[in-house]
């Protein structure tokens, strides 16, 4: 069994975990003072372009690269986000991570700050995540205390701020732009693109954004050496990842596992198995948004190639399991009925779309689906998928798509009877 | 009632040091917007249009972006729920492992269905979607407390200790 590695998640569980002492106590902040005294901010990007730390907030885009693309020099005003806006269900592993252990994701940040140069952070975190933003304040009040934010950071000339900001419920809110949107006060509407927020990000000013986790990565990356980092797990995907798996497991949380971690594993070792001891039906294994997966194709690689040689992605790498008590048409009307609701409605594909899918796949369910029902989903998801600004339209339509695809006979079968054919299985419930 | 609420809440002292430590702890000051509008939510358990119109000359916005904005956000409304907000997650994780039950069991237990409040102003209950918490469902959120594998038995006793 591959082992659970601690590297993100070394400092959960500790007592006081939270704090700046106790984070300090076991080497923490070292990273931050390496980079401000003896590197340069070049030395610092390249180290962390070396280990090909791949974004983990869903897209997998190179963190490295990404900072390179922000302007050089400190005399340009340049900003970082952190996007903590974790809502992709199925996925609850940054809410791990600024709960236990935000100083790992503030030297992170620090760090990417001397990279790039940049003025400050917004940490951007949920709005339903109270108990974390509070944390993650403390956290901040601390690192100021301690002289590691502010002016003259430890002496080294930089200045850098954080700014703690909350969302107010909406899942869109994720999506880097209508992030940044979000920020300057304004409703969550994903802008379109060029410009990118390397060159126009938020007020205008170019931004560099990463997701929670990726930063937790970046002090882990500076202490060892990108030598280290990419010697773990995939090369597709450098470095562990935190899989959250939820639904029909035993032991539902996060495992911190390299990336090389199969499915199968994942599943049966790890999470210890299928709720009610049935069979497996379905996984999705990178967030809701990712295509689905039947169980007999689970003997997969969690990294990009191994995923992708099954048709889906790794994404959030929030693994939602489904035994087979599981009706799919009333799973993925759970999903559409998700979809069309934190559709921002900007975009007619999206907005009309995702609630024409919500209609089919309720009236499928609820005993009045047509024989064509399959075929229209597939055409309405079709047309959704590449039409709209951001990325929204495609997460619902690749569920759409997949789950048509992968179960069509059970879909069929509630055209053909008039009803849903599991109406009497009662599903395994966790409680 | 609501009205005289706003009118006090925008005279309080205390509440506006905070709206101008907001306002003052951002680069620019309309980062503040969601952060004060949370501030009231908390405060008079909802966002009324005479507040929207307050904040908006605060800020230099107009009272119909600040409606756009409360109107937009999930967490926002212009009509007051309860003293305790029922947050039931409905999100496929937690329907997996028995969202369904426990919204049925809240409802009733409580005699409203999701949006209502109960006649004493107590409870409100409403549905929302994935919380981060799939590893906890069926997961419930009280005002700000996260509850996690919630059983209907769990649901009575989360109840019962509340005022």
């Known amino acids: 069994m591959t082992e659970v590695l601690k590297l993100l998640t070394r400092n959960v569980g500790k007592p006081n975990s939270t704090h700046v002492d106790a984070y300090m106590g076991s080497g923490g902040y070292e990273s931050l003072m390496t980079v401000l005294h003896k590197w340069t901010p070049e030395q610092t990007l390249n180290e962390v372009k070396a280990a090909n730390l791949k974004g983990r907030g869903g897209a997998g885009f190179p963190a490295g690269l990404k900072w390179s693309f922000l302007p050089k020099g400190k005399e340009v005003l340049k900003y970082l986000v952190c996007n903590a806006d974790e809502s992709e269900p199925g996925t609850f592993k940054d809410r791990l991570l600024i709960e236990n252990d935000p100083h790992s994701i503030l030297e992170g940040i620090i760090i990417a700050g001397w990279a790039t140069q940049a003025a400050g952070c917004f940490f951007y975190i949920r709005g339903e995540m109270p108990a974390g933003a509070r944390i993650f304040q403390k956290a901040v009040d601390q690192a100021y205390a301690k002289g590691f934010l502010g002016k003259n950071i430890l002496g080294s000339g930089f200045n850098f701020d954080v700014w703690v900001s909350r969302g107010a419920g909406a899942y869109i809110c994720g999506e880097e732009t209508a992030l940044m949107d979000s920020l300057e006060g304004k409703r969550g509407q994903p802008r379109l693109k060029p410009p990118f927020p390397a060159g126009y990000g938020v007020y205008g000013v170019p931004t560099n954004i990463n997701n929670v986790e990726s930063y937790a990565n970046v002090p882990l990356i500076i202490r060892n050496g990108a030598g280290w980092y990419t010697a773990i797990g995939s090369p597709s995907a450098p470095g562990t990842r935190l899989f959250g798996i939820s639904g029909h497991v035993k032991r539902p949380g996060v495992f911190e596992l390299p990336s090389g971690v199969t499915l199968r594993e994942l599943i049966y070792e790890h999470a210890g198995g299928i709720l009610g001891d049935r069979p497996l039906k379905a996984v999705i294994p990178g967030g809701s948004s990712v295509p689905v997966l039947r169980a007999d194709q689970i003997d997969v690689t969690m990294d990009p190639d191994g995923l992708k040689s099954v048709g889906t992605m790794v994404g959030s790498a929030g693994v939602i399991v489904m035994n087979d008590s599981v009706c799919m048409v009333k799973a993925l009307l759970n999903l559409m009925e998700f979809y069309a609701h934190e559709s921002c409605g900007q975009c007619t594909p999206c907005r009309e779309g995702t609630h024409w899918l919500e209609l089919i796949v309720r009236r499928l369910e609820e005993g009045g689906g047509r024989p064509s029902d399959c075929d229209l989903i597939l055409d309405v998801a079709g047309n959704i998928m590449g039409r709209t600004i951001c990325p929204l339209g495609d997460a619902a339509a690749m569920p759409a798509i997949s789950f048509v695809q992968q179960f069509r006979e059970e879909f069929e079968a509630h055209a053909r009877e008039g009803r849903c054919p599991m109406r009497d299985v009662r599903m395994t419930a966790a409680i | ?163």
């Open chain 2, 1 to 163: 009632m609501s009205e005289q609420g706003v009118a006090e809440l925008i005279k309080n002292p205390g509440f506006l040091a905070k709206v101008d430590r907001l306002v003052k702890s951002y680069p620019r000051p309309q980062t503040a917007l969601i952060p004060i509008l949370h501030l009231c939510q908390a405060e008079l358990r909802h966002v009324p249009v005479e507040f929207q119109a307050f904040i908006a000359e605060r800020l230099g916005l107009t009272p119909a972006h600040v409606r756009g904005v409360v109107t937009f956000y999930e967490m926002f409304s212009e009509e007051p729920h309860g003293r305790y907000l029922l947050q039931v997650c409905k999100t496929l994780p937690c329907m997996l492992t028995g969202s369904e039950a426990l919204l049925e069991h809240l409802q009733n237990k409580l005699g409203i269905k999701p949006g209502g409040t109960t006649q004493d102003g107590r409870f409100s209950l409403i549905t929302v979607e994935c919380l981060a918490c799939c590893d906890g469902g069926p997961s419930l959120m009280v005002n700000e407390a996260l509850h996690k594998r919630v059983s209907t038995g769990d649901a009575d006793r989360i109840l019962s200790e509340l005022e």
